[in-house]
């Protein structure tokens, strides 16, 4: 089974200010995929970028950016300057046993960006 | 796009009520799953369903059970309802394995 790691409970950054969220997962799957989700205030879960294992550069989107380690296992996010919209629950989710099983999600970090 | 559509948005149900939470999906996704989420767990998975008639239990299956008879819908059933069922319970879909999830909006229910 999949594990995931995100250690930052809450985070609490000034607007403007970079912030990056850690994920770090274990898997026995040689081949898998990574996702990230934003859970905004209103509750719905919202995809935010999907990562498989054989691609390791890192993704910018944005505002947005991932970087994929897979000699740590970590998939972490960065926010740069960060704005008020972006506070919400960031999860980090695995997908398991070659997406036999479904996402294995994190406990998410509480993101609060101050004005 | 995909909907996810969840029957209800709060819920209040009785001690060893029986209560189904119904969940729909437009785009012909094979794959659908139903968590609940709690402060401080994260979400953790109830059941999932591949396939019309098909289920698969999750991490937390006990006290709950599934139908699927019609691929666009998954049913989430709470035999007899308990106060430690209280919970945000989310239902997803995806097109199959290793693609992304579309999330429902979430079923908040309340058992006293």
């Known amino acids: 089974a999949q594990k995931v790691t995100q250690a930052q409970t809450e985070i609490s950054v000034v607007e403007k200010e970079d912030v990056t969220l850690d994920c770090v997962y274990e898997t026995r799957d040689t081949t898998y995929y990574l996702f990230w989700y934003k859970q905004p205030p209103s509750g719905e879960l919202v995809f935010l970028i999907r990562r498989n294992s054989f691609d390791e550069q890192n993704e910018i989107s944005g505002r947005y950016s991932w970087n994929f380690q897979k000699s740590t296992s970590s998939f972490n996010f960065t926010i740069t300057a960060s704005q008020v919209v972006d506070s919400a629950v960031y999860f980090c989710?695995?997908?398991?046993?070659?997406?036999?099983?479904?996402?294995?999600f994190g406990k998410g970090t509480h993101l609060i960006i101050q004005p | 796009d995909v909907k996810v559509t969840q029957s209800s948005r709060y819920l209040v149900k009785r001690t060893g009520e029986k209560v189904f939470l119904e969940c729909v999906q437009d785009?012909?996704?094979?794959?659908m799953f139903w968590y609940r989420q709690d402060p401080g767990l994260g979400l953790r998975l109830i059941y999932f369903s591949y396939d019309v008639k098909m289920k698969e239990k999750g991490d937390i299956p006990e006290g709950y059970s599934v139908s699927r008879e019609k691929k666009e819908r998954f049913s989430l059933i709470l035999e007899s309802a308990s106060t430690n069922q209280t919970s945000m319970y989310l239902c997803?879909?995806?097109?199959?394995?290793?693609?992304?999830?579309?999330f429902g909006s979430g079923t908040r229910l309340t058992v006293v």
């Open positions: 997803a879909s995806r097109t199959g394995p290793n693609y992304g999830y579309t």
């Open positions: 989710a695995p997908d398991s046993g070659g997406g036999a099983d479904g996402l294995t």
């Open positions: 785009m012909d996704h094979e794959n």
